[in-house]
């Protein structure tokens, strides 16, 4: 078992910067790839972005590549989500979640993918 927390999230104004931790706990994170997550009020879950095991290779999803990078910090169990120049249309919940099978794969972009997942945290962009 694996228990994912998320935190950093909160209100940022347009064209700010936030970084979301997400610290695990039960098992170590060098063995799972990292992806994050985000859903909008009304809209389904997203996939963000994924890193791998220990390569660090990573892969985003368009709406986001060139803004935000995530990080992994093995030995401190830790997965991070640095987003810069955010927009409103950003604001989400925004989720980690742990992965067996692997980022930059077929899958790694689909939730089901993922086994373990955090509670969440909430971003807000004001325009």
């Known amino acids: 078992q694996v228990q994912l927390v998320e935190s950093g999230g909160g209100l940022v104004q347009a064209g700010g910067s936030l970084r979301l931790s997400c610290a695990a706990s039960?098992?170590?994170?060098?063995?799972?790839?990292m992806g994050w997550f985000r859903q909008a009020p009304g809209k389904e879950r997203m996939f963000v972005g994924c890193?791998?095991?220990?390569?660090?290779?990573?892969d985003y999803a368009d709406s986001v590549n060139g803004r935000f990078t995530i990080s992994r910090d093995n030995a401190k169990n830790t997965v991070y989500l640095q987003m810069n120049s955010l927009k409103p249309e950003d604001t989400a919940v925004y989720y980690c979640?742990?992965?067996?099978?692997?980022?930059?794969?077929?899958?790694?972009?689909?939730?089901?993918?993922?086994?373990?997942w955090g509670q969440g945290t909430q971003v807000t962009v004001s325009s």
């Open positions: 979640a742990a992965s067996s099978t692997g980022c930059l794969t077929r899958q790694s972009s689909n939730s089901y993918s993922y086994s373990y």
């Open positions: 890193i791998s095991t220990y390569s660090g290779r990573t």
């Open positions: 039960g098992r170590t994170l060098s063995a799972y790839a």
